[in-house]
């Protein structure tokens, strides 16, 4: 059962031990293995009763089973979770940390066995057969990769351990999770949809030890940043150097792709949050959006453009040449918009391009006018080499901010990295960001 109000009022929760129980810690971060989902199950379980005996009942293992469970987690974090009196066994500060992401792990193994066997009530009590970290990883590296082998030279097991694992599912499932073609193991409608559950779960186990690291002073692991084309060189890079002068151990990835393949990254959990114009992040279900500032829409000019001698007006920019971003960057809609709000056609650009370089250098020795978010040349506009024309629409502001999973509970290093952006928003912007949505972490 998962926790509501009156289990929560069972969850008591003390200190540290820090006489009686010693654990010795296995490093987890320079190990690939994740914990074993089904001691996380029973240290749930635990924490909802209150108390290994009552949650053994539950369970229906051993008191002595229950307790094997706890103390690998123990180990293998190198942390106690548990104080134990005789009244029950306590969630120390550790456990504290860690359970919210023991508990949402549990939770998508629920989804997952309703999805599959329509139960509505303690379904995973009888779905035995996901209880296992292993059986999930290969069921989601097969989705991923479709063909055998290449799964069991990429997790380290023999090809028979794969059939077996996958096996074990389907027969637990009661039906096909995969079919095989001229194209490999191909995922059932079923297999899709238990595989973004599985990929969160596993997520959750990944990121548990990251959450003791905090409470021992360090920020441990990986941080996954979709960036949309174009987007923010200011505050971006500012936030990178600031969270890695402070935390030397974390890992920073930059994802710069096509906003659907980033939508469907942060969906798969494979990015961690989006930072960008929210002209181009819809609001979709799942998923929330934050808002930090507004830029408008810049008119650029090299700085021996003509048009820097005389007042420019509307009809100016009807007969100038434009170099512009493709018709889905958010300056470009913009633009758009403010010419048919204006009852005039959209400019057609000569030259189409995002890169910056090949705008700059045109915008150095031709004519040519750009449309940008007014950000994306600061450096240019500040040395001088680019000029900026009187605005002479209304209404091109963007904002700016994050997209990011609502249930999701980020991991820290996202959590610091998204904190350094918004701070460093803030200052550069000169007011304190808004928030469409608050996050609630």
């Known amino acids: 059962m998962l926790l509501g109000k009156n289990s929560m009022n069972r969850l008591q929760t003390t200190s540290p031990s820090t006489g009686k129980h010693a654990v010795q810690a296995r490093h987890p971060e320079k190990s690939k293995e994740l914990l074993d989902i089904s001691c996380v199950h029973a240290f749930v379980r635990v924490a909802e009763c209150g108390g290994i005996a009552r949650a053994s009942k539950e369970l229906l293992l051993s008191p002595s089973s229950v307790s094997r469970s706890i103390q690998q987690i123990e180990e293998y974090l190198g942390v106690p979770l548990l104080e134990r009196r005789s009244r029950g066994s306590f969630l120390s500060s550790y456990g504290q940390q860690v359970f919210p992401r023991a508990r949402k792990a549990i939770s998508e193994l629920h989804s997952i066995a309703r999805i599959t066997n329509g139960k ?118 500012d936030a990178i150097a600031e969270v890695a002068n402070r935390h030397t151990s974390l890992r920073v990835v930059i994802r710069e792709d ?15 949050f989006i930072f960008g ?35 420019v007006v509307l009809k100016d920019l009807v007969k100038v040449r434009w170099v512009l971003p493709r018709k889905s960057a958010p300056a470009r809609q913009l633009l758009n918009s403010a010419f048919k709000s204006a009852g005039l056609p959209p400019p057609i650009p000569i030259v189409e391009s995002e890169d910056l370089t090949i705008i700059r250098g045109l915008l150095a020795k031709t004519d040519m006018v750009t449309a940008l978010l007014s950000h994306q040349m600061a450096y240019e506009i500040e040395e001088g080499s680019v000029k900026r024309l009187p605005n002479v629409f209304d209404d091109t502001l963007s904002e700016i901010g994050f997209l990011y999973p609502a249930e999701n509970i980020a991991s820290p290093a996202a959590r610091v990295m998204m904190d350094a952006i918004r701070r460093i928003a803030r200052k550069q912007n000169g007011s304190s960001a808004k928030s469409l949505d608050q996050p609630d972490y």
């Open 277 to 311: 114009p929210l002209l181009l992040l819809e609001r979709k279900s799942r998923l929330r959006t934050e808002s930090l500032f507004e830029e408008d829409v810049a008119l650029l000019v090299g700085e021996n453009n003509r048009l820097l001698k005389k007042r």
């Open 258 to 272: 096509p906003i659907q393949e980033l939508v469907s990254g942060l969906r798969s959990d494979d990015i961690d």
């Open 120 to 237: 509505t009530k303690d379904p995973i009590d009888s779905a035995g057969y996901l209880l296992s970290t292993r059986r999930l990883q290969m069921f989601v590296k097969l989705c991923e990769l479709r063909h055998m082998p290449s799964v069991g030279n990429e997790l380290g097991i023999s090809q028979p351990a794969i059939s077996q694992g996958i096996k074990i599912l389907e027969t637990g499932i009661g039906s096909a999770l995969f079919e095989r073609s001229a194209l490999g193991l191909l995922p059932t409608r079923l297999a899709m949809a238990m595989e973004l559950g599985c990929r969160r779960a596993l997520k959750e186990l990944s990121n548990m030890p990251a959450e003791i690291e905090v409470l021992r002073g360090s920020l441990q692991g990986a941080v996954t940043i979709g960036a949309i084309p174009l987007g923010r060189p200011l505050i971006l890079p």
